[in-house]
């Protein structure tokens, strides 16, 4: 057992113990602590700006560590995380402006990434996607999220019983450091 992970070796028992390649390494398995993923969805629409974009349907959530109200994830354990998020934004017509959806990824209030789309003489209620994906190391205790940034008027970020909004997270490897 190694201090990050569990090692497989083959130890050759034909050659005396301390040898040079008496044990060699087969592989190695990431130990972790807790287990902790997450897979949440929106089901209706969504415009409210710089404030945590909360989630209506949690397909999973094990270690409980992302909250649906609060649309907050907070680390159990030191270690990298890894975090993607979809969604629609859903444009007006509009034939004298280019309209926006900005979205924001956050670490402790701190933006660490964004994603934008954004649309010029659409159709009224075009639906265009945008994705934001991260690899994040936190600390326990560290809260991750994303929240609406910038939008133009009229313009949302669009969900209904498609789901078509959903932000996951799951605990690459933990850090024993």
Not at 98 to 123: C, P, Q, T
Request: proline share 3%.
């Amino acid at each position: 057992m190694g201090s990050k992970q569990v090692e497989t070796v083959f130890c050759d028992f034909t050659k005396p113990f301390g040898a040079e390649d008496f044990q060699v390494l087969i592989g190695s398995v990431g130990v972790k602590s807790v287990v902790t993923n997450f897979y949440v969805q929106k089901n209706t629409k969504f415009s409210r700006r710089n404030t945590p974009i909360p989630f209506d349907v949690e397909t999973v959530n094990n270690g409980r560590a992302m909250d649906l109200a609060s649309g907050k994830f907070t680390a159990p354990v030191k270690g990298t995380y890894f975090f993607t998020f979809a969604g629609h934004a859903s444009f007006p017509s509009s034939f004298t402006q280019v309209e926006i959806l900005r979205i924001g990824f956050y670490r402790n209030g701190n933006k660490v990434g964004s994603a934008e789309v954004g649309e010029f003489h659409s159709d009224n209620n075009q639906l265009c996607p945008l994705t934001f994906q991260s690899s994040q190391n936190l600390e326990a205790g560290d809260q991750v999220w994303m929240q609406i940034e910038s939008l133009s008027s009229g313009v949302e970020l669009f969900d209904d019983s498609r789901h078509l909004t959903h932000f996951s997270g799951f605990l690459l490897e933990e850090d024993f450091s």
